[in-house]
């Protein structure tokens, strides 16, 4: 795949980025290249190959997803300036 001048001036805009006439041959040599090694790299045969990281299933030991308090409350508020019964109080902003 190759990007032409107009493709980079357009992910430059969807991208928000304020880039100089000038710098747009730059810029479209830099995205080629950089598709360039995805297509190489899409190219490699992986099959039968196991990931180096991130380990396996057996790996990974599942927890129940559930909501706790953390249980270190008095750790959390040992620290505070000023606190209100099991909150930390903060001076009251009006404008």
Do not use: Y
């Not at 805009?13 to 950089?34: F, M, Q, Y």
């Amino acid at each position: 795949m190759s990007l032409d001048t107009a493709t980079v001036r357009r992910v430059a805009s969807l991208a928000r980025l304020r880039v100089e006439e000038a710098d747009l041959p730059r810029l479209e040599a830099e995205l080629n290249g950089i598709l360039g090694w995805i297509e190489q790299l899409q190219a490699v045969d992986t099959q039968g190959v196991e990931p180096m990281a991130g380990g396996g299933a057996e790996a990974l030991r599942m927890r129940e997803d559930r909501v706790t308090d953390g249980g270190i409350q008095e750790k959390v508020l040992a620290n505070a300036p000023d606190r209100a019964d099991a909150f930390f109080a903060v001076p009251k902003v009006v404008e």
